[in-house]
């Protein structure tokens, strides 16, 4: 098989019978809190994030993430002092805290996958696997708002870890934003997202270099300029990538704000302290996917 042939094949999402056990895990964790008598108090949103509602996954990394957001606590920080107004609403006085929803969650979850659900993890309860549907990463959150200004905010979640860090996330500029450059690069886009993680993944089974998180990859893939997506063939298109991956990655994080390259959702820079990547990890990433392809 060509390169150029391998990497066409390459593009396509899960298969269909891996699409169908996503859906179905993501309607089994809904029953579960539906069926929970105790949400009846709550206001909550259940959702898909991260690369399956993107259409980002493929089958290696087919698990689904699911967030249970509690909307009747709205948490919020601001950019500057003054940058919210004076303020966002009365304190919260209700009962559901992050202890009560994550111990309302794991029973919702043990009642409806019984021998299944391993709750050691700090941030998300994990659903394993069975014949009929993939892993499942179900994250307890809160609405969290980012005031840029008394009249500009970002809506995303708040996740209580049980080691008491909390993180913020924004998964719904994650998914319109990925949509956008989707669109601008005639859909060739997400299709090398896919590319790149397949490559990821042979180089981890054969060992020919370490695992790296797949939103990081996803990541490096979107902070490439669009013109490189609409190269004539896959082959150059790859070439583009990593090209552009490893030369902007030389040296120190610059100092500039608009030389930083973002995350998907455009409201965290790829690279600081507290992140589990680095731009030496995207530069030998490059490196070795492009011997790895032969380039």
Known sequence: ???????????????????????????????????HSPFATCQLRVYAKGSYPNNTNVRADS????????????????AAPGAAGGGSGSPYVGG????????????????KFPGDVDSSGSTAILVQSSSARVDSDVVPCFTYRYYLSPDSSR???????????????????????????????????????????????????????????SYFVECLTYNCPDSVFLAATWTDTVRGVLSHVWESLQGDEPVHEASRWVEVNECFYLFHPAQAWTRADGRDFAQAAWAHLGL
């Open 63 to 78: 698990d689904v993430d699911i967030a249970v957001e509690c909307t009747e606590v709205e948490y919020w920080d601001e």
């Open 1 to 35: 098989m060509t390169l150029e042939r391998k990497l066409s094949n390459w593009t396509s999402p899960s298969s269909d019978a891996e699409q169908e056990k996503q859906e179905r895990t993501e309607r089994m964790v809904r029953a579960a809190v539906a069926d």
């Open 155 to 213: 809506i995303g979640t708040r996740i209580f870890r049980k080691d008491g860090g909390q993180i913020d996330n924004f998964p719904e500029q994650q998914l319109s934003l990925g949509r956008v450059k989707n669109l601008r690069t005639q859909y060739a886009y997400k299709k090398t997202v896919r590319i790149l993680k397949r490559i990821e993944n042979a180089m981890r089974t054969t060992g020919e270099f370490r695992a790296l998180p």
């Open 96 to 111: 559901w805290t992050p202890d009560r929803l994550r111990a309302e969650l794991l029973a919702a979850l043990t009642r």
